[in-house]
């Protein structure tokens, strides 16, 4: 009977030091687990961190945009908030509140209607008038010139002033016809810019 005693206690002793260890053991591994589990958690919230800092809506949120006329996107100077299509700014104001005229527009007023209707688009009123005018005025001498012509001929009998006269009229018109050339090349490389505010903006390229 003593014997049976001391065996069921052995085997007691023996079962709750079997649990005692698995249970240590186990208590360690669950310890290990969440220790790495914190490090990865760590490490993944560093390179979230790091992405962050490099993506435009952490920097563009950094910065004071204004999102009506600006996109958060990378630029060559490394600023994240550049103007959207469309807008631009000044060497004096960083904000895009200028609205840009476009570029194909100018061209064709200046091929179709002439005049100096792209220079008026573009706000380049003295440049305007000045070939308005000189267009008109262009148009009457060379509606005139046959007349003009007849005239000089039935008065004076001389046949070097009719010359003279003939290539003043034709230096006239040809001097209009290469200011409509020369704009319409300079419109079409983008040259001339808009003249509405204190420093001129550029067109917005078609």
């Not at 002439?114 to 005018?133: E, N």
Request: with cysteine; net charge negative; aromatic share 16%.
């Amino acid at each position: 009977m003593n014997s049976t005693k001391k065996f069921l206690l052995f085997a007691i002793s023996f079962l709750i030091f079997i649990f005692g260890i698995s249970s240590v053991f186990s208590n360690d591994k669950i310890d290990s687990n969440s220790i790495r589990y914190l490090e990865d958690a760590d490490i993944e919230q560093r390179v979230l961190e790091e992405e962050l800092a490099d993506s435009d809506v952490y920097n563009c949120s950094a910065v004071d945009c204004d999102l009506d006329h600006m996109d958060c996107q990378p630029d060559s100077n490394y600023t994240n908030c550049t103007c959207k299509k469309g807008y631009t700014h000044t060497s004096k104001s960083k904000k895009c509140e200028y609205q840009q005229k476009k570029q194909l527009t100018a061209f064709l007023l200046e091929l179709f209607v002439g005049f100096g209707a792209g220079h008026f688009y573009r706000h380049g009123y003295l440049m305007a008038s000045l070939k308005l005018v000189a267009f008109i005025f262009g148009i009457y001498v060379i509606c005139l010139f046959p007349l003009t012509a007849k005239c000089v001929t039935d008065c004076c009998d001389s046949d070097c002033l009719v010359v003279m006269v003939s290539i003043i009229f034709y230096l006239y018109a040809l001097g209009l016809a290469f200011w409509y050339i020369f704009d319409l090349v300079y419109f079409g490389k983008n040259k001339y810019k808009d003249e509405r505010y204190d420093e001129p903006i550029d067109f917005l390229p078609w």
